[in-house]
Nanobody, 120 residues
Framework: QVHLVESGGGLVQPGGSLRLSCAATGSSVSIFSMGWYRQAPEHPRELVANILTGSAPNYADSVKGRFTIARDYNESNVVLQMNNLKPEDTGVYYC??????????????WGQGTQVTVSS
């Protein structure tokens, strides 16, 4: 069984920075992608950034140039560095891992979520 353990998040002023980390623990799995989603109150969950194994990162247009995602393939970790944060970045951030089967995404696993609040 695989678990996603998240860390980071918190309260920051506009223009500040935060770093989110996520580690996949437990059984070893073949990973199709790892990434981060977020959900603001009364809004659907949306993709922030992800990395498919062997591919370049993908970013939501709203975070391009401000957020950077990186994966440690050996340790099955993913980190999201968030700079120049804006109030609209506020929400619960969820780590996501998609397992791989025959070259395609198979199961989708979620972390418990970590709160990011950008406010003065």
């Amino acid at each position: 069984q695989v678990h996603l353990v998240e860390s980071g998040g918190g309260l920051v002023q506009p223009g500040g920075s935060l770093r989110l980390s996520c580690a996949a623990t437990g059984s070893s799995v073949s990973i199709f992608s790892m990434g981060w989603y977020r959900q603001a109150p009364e809004h659907p969950r949306e993709l922030v950034a992800n990395i498919l194994t062997g591919s370049a990162p993908n970013y939501a247009d709203s975070v391009k140039g401000r957020f950077t995602i990186a994966r440690d393939y050996n340790e099955s970790n993913v980190v999201l560095q968030m700079n120049n944060l804006k109030p609209e970045d506020t929400g619960v951030y969820y780590c996501n891992l998609q397992t791989e089967l025959d070259g395609y995404a198979h199961w989708s696993l979620w972390g418990q979520g970590t709160q990011v609040t950008v406010s003065s």
